[in-house]
């Protein structure tokens, strides 16, 4: 049974209608479009209290939503810094709106096609990250099913964020599973065989494709029909360029194995030679992105444009993903990378738009939402906290 696929629905709204719910409105601009998927486009935007630009994914409610509510279920819940962060969750009678971090950079997909193959050693680098990610999924119980290069994300800095789990589900040991979804060109021999299948296995499977294209430049598996990319899927035959070290022929043979009942876990993998060769760059902890616990620097900010302190701190330790939280994490953000922390030149309440407080000409987009606190107050100094990890139970 072939993989299948979803096309997408022609949007005929402009991009202004679709953001027609006035409590979206009141927190944020939209700006452009960035991406779109199957069942959702993402846009980027800006959150007006603070400025900083996010990743906002509209979800379109149908009468059949459990993939929708699994995609939101699933990003509720994960917090690793190699899986992009959710921020707010908005939901209308007809739409759901994810607002998330923005990655600034490219696709690993973008990425190798136009510097090529990547040499052993940055692919290295990559691809723990990738495995991190991955494990920390997989210890969730949960499943992406569609991990390709172009799910991918690679930042400024070379920093892996895992994307669009638009198709991943939740999974409990031993479960099965029998939707038959993804990409031809990345699927597992057991999904083209129509059968039910093991989640995690799936990823395995699809991490291998993605280190081989990360290493040679193209997929392992590609043909014109979808009965001949079956037949060389389902063989686990491959062509192996020249150059590349047994240690990784031996890591693709081994992620790409045919049977899955003796395919490796994601924990296996991540005691293969080839990935212990640059050990200290494996993490062996999962830093939360979204703390438990609030930096005093950031709420004190946050009271001074109308939020509470206690209202905060329950926020965070609750995930309410509202604007509380959303403040909080895009002001942290701020902070972290060195760009001080935004707020508007007066105090308002939260929710209200900041043009309620502009008097006189628009000034630019960059800086109409926000000034810098830390101008006024220079000796103030954000700090990271302390972040443990989060596990659920």
């Known amino acids: 049974m072939p993989l299948s696929s979803e096309e997408e629905s022609p949007e005929s709204s402009p991009v202004s209608s679709i953001f027609e719910e006035e409590s979206f409105q009141s927190q944020y601009r939209v700006l452009r479009t960035i991406g779109h998927g199957s069942n959702a486009k993402v846009y980027l935007a800006h959150h007006c209290l603070t400025g900083t630009p996010v990743a906002v994914?509209?979800?379109?409610?149908?009468?059949?939503?459990?993939?929708?509510?699994?995609?939101?279920?699933?990003?509720?819940?994960?917090?690793?810094?190699?899986?992009?962060?959710?921020?707010?969750?908005?939901?209308?009678?007809?739409?759901?709106?994810?607002?998330?971090?923005?990655?600034?950079?490219?696709?690993?997909?973008?990425?190798?096609?136009?510097?090529?193959?990547?040499?052993?050693?940055?692919?290295?680098?990559?691809?723990?990250?990738?495995?991190?990610?991955?494990?920390?999924?997989?210890?969730?119980?949960?499943?992406?099913?569609?991990?390709?290069?172009?799910n991918i994300m690679l930042d400024r800095n070379g920093k892996v964020k895992i994307i669009d789990f638009g198709l991943g589900t939740k999974v409990k040991p031993g479960q099965r599973l029998s939707?038959?979804?993804?990409?031809?060109?990345?699927?597992?021999?057991?999904?083209?065989?129509?059968?039910?299948?093991?989640?995690?296995?799936?990823?395995?499977?699809?991490?291998?494709?993605v280190l081989y294209f990360m290493v040679v430049g193209k997929?392992?598996?590609?043909?014109?029909?979808?009965?001949?990319?079956?037949?060389?899927?389902?063989?686990?035959?491959?062509?192996?360029?020249?150059?590349?070290?047994?240690?990784?022929q031996d890591l693709l043979s081994l992620l790409m194995t045919v049977n899955p009942r003796f395919r490796p876990t994601v924990a296996e993998v991540m005691t293969h030679p080839w990935l212990r060769k640059d050990i200290e760059a494996l993490p062996n902890h999962c830093e939360e992105m979204v703390p438990s616990w609030p930096d005093p620097a950031i709420v004190e900010a946050m009271?001074?444009?109308?939020?509470?302190?206690?209202?905060?701190?329950?926020?965070?330790?609750?995930?309410?993903?509202?604007?509380?939280?959303?403040?909080?994490?895009?002001?942290?953000?701020?902070?972290?990378?060195?760009?001080?922390?935004?707020?508007?030149?007066?105090?308002?309440?939260?929710?209200?738009?900041?043009?309620?407080?502009?008097?006189?000409?628009?000034?630019?987009?960059?800086?109409e939402c926000s000034l810098h606190l830390l101008n006024e107050q220079p000796q103030r100094k954000f700090r990271r906290q302390p972040m443990l990890t989060q596990r659920l139970s």
């Not at 444009?305 to 895009?330: H, P």
Request: aromatic share 8%.
């Open 179 to 209: 939707r038959h979804c993804g990409a031809y060109s990345f699927g597992a021999p057991e999904l083209f065989l129509g059968r039910l299948y093991d989640g995690p296995k799936v990823d395995i499977w699809t991490l291998g494709v």
């Open 303 to 367: 009271e001074y444009i109308g939020f509470q302190a206690q209202d905060i701190k329950e926020s965070l330790r609750q995930r309410k993903f509202d604007q509380t939280m959303a403040s909080y994490c895009l002001l942290q953000g701020q902070a972290l990378q060195g760009h001080g922390c935004t707020i508007p030149a007066h105090p308002m309440s939260p929710g209200a738009t900041p043009e309620d407080t502009l008097i006189g000409p628009r000034p630019p987009p960059s800086q």
């Open 57 to 150: 994914k509209v979800l379109r409610k149908k009468k059949c939503c459990q993939p929708i509510r699994s995609e939101v279920d699933i990003m509720m819940i994960t917090n690793h810094p190699n899986i992009v962060s959710l921020f707010q969750v908005i939901e209308s009678e007809k739409r759901i709106y994810l607002i998330m971090e923005l990655v600034e950079g490219q696709q690993l997909y973008q990425s190798i096609r136009e510097a090529g193959p990547l040499q052993e050693d940055k692919a290295r680098r990559i691809f723990k990250q990738i495995i991190a990610g991955v494990n920390y999924c997989h210890g969730q119980g949960i499943v992406h099913r569609d991990l390709k290069p172009d």
């Open 219 to 248: 997929v392992p598996f590609s043909a014109v029909t979808i009965p001949e990319l079956r037949r060389q899927v389902v063989s686990g035959k491959y062509t192996v360029p020249l150059g590349l070290s047994e240690e990784l």
